[in-house]
């Protein structure tokens, strides 16, 4: 067997969102900076994105990550996140996860109970603080780049009716929208209409408005649409459905997301410095967030946040890419 048609994964998930972290088989990738990587990752080995995200290996909704080398002193890593339509500037439920899978294997050591973990991502640097009890790492928190709110009350058309939104960054952008405009609750067996009404929404924003960050102009454009409702679990304080990428379902209550709607939550003044906010998934898993200063963001009014929760390794794998395979290069049946 040809050891060069073979990658190495380990696959862990952070409340139900899967990631898939490519640990051999992905050539090192050349770049001053994470985005210099990205889009050398994209022009040249975009085939092994398709090939460990796509069936009969994934699926639509996989999601993945590549360990580089850092740019920044001090980091430990620099990470490359991977969606069903391409390259993520910066994923919480990854940070978490990722960071999971490196302390629980030995990949990175363990410093005592509280261990940081520096990522350089396409977004910024993100600060990640496990806590650890004996082999297990019991939950994460990161410190996410500056989120803010882009623009507020922003009229959609959508096959609906028109609906009032907000666009803010989370450390990529999101449309959030509520439920009770959509006249749709925030359930799994409403996925597919979810599904549907938060791409329409996600094209429509992406169609009258040209949203860029100020700082970094090649973080642009909706990444996903969060459709949010007051919480269903004891303790919760509010619901969400994120559909991101093109047409993917978070499971998980969306780490990046969270960011932007404590964002959001703060420039209304709904929360306070400090308070926590536990955010629901559409299945009803959980990450606990809270605003921890106020910064700016070019002229923009934003907040720092910290986004906390748990992952779980689910398998190691070695996949095998046979060039004869007519399906190795992935496929999607939606």
Known sequence: MRLDRIISTIDAHAAGEPLRIITAGVPPLPGAS?????????????????????????????????????????????????????????????????????????????RGPQTEVVYDSPAGLIRACATVEGERVTSVAFRNVP???????????????????????GGAFYVLVDASELEVEVLPEHAALLTHLGMEIKRAVEREHEVVHPEEPELRGIYGTIVSEPPRTEGGDGRNITIYAEGAVDRSPCGTGTSAKLACLFADGRIPLGQPYVHESVIGTTFTGRVLKETTVGSYAAVETEIAGRGFMTGLHQFIADPEDQTAGGFLVR
């Not at 994209?42 to 699926?59: I, K, M, Q, S, V």
């Not at 922003?154 to 609906?160: G, L, M, N, Q």
């Open 34 to 110: 994470i985005l210099e990587r990205r889009r050398f990752m994209a022009e040249h080995y975009d085939h092994l994105r398709r090939t460990l995200l796509f069936e009969p290996r994934g699926h639509a909704d996989m999601y993945g990550a590549i360990l580089t080398p850092p740019v920044t002193p001090g980091a430990d890593f620099g990470v490359l996140f991977l969606t069903n339509e391409g390259y993520s500037t910066m994923c919480g439920h990854g940070v978490i996860a990722l960071t999971t899978v490196l302390l629980e294997t030995g990949m990175l050591p363990r």
């Open 147 to 169: 989120s803010f709110r882009f623009a507020h009350d922003v009229e959609v058309a959508t096959s609906r009716g028109p609906v009032r939104a907000s666009i803010a960054f």
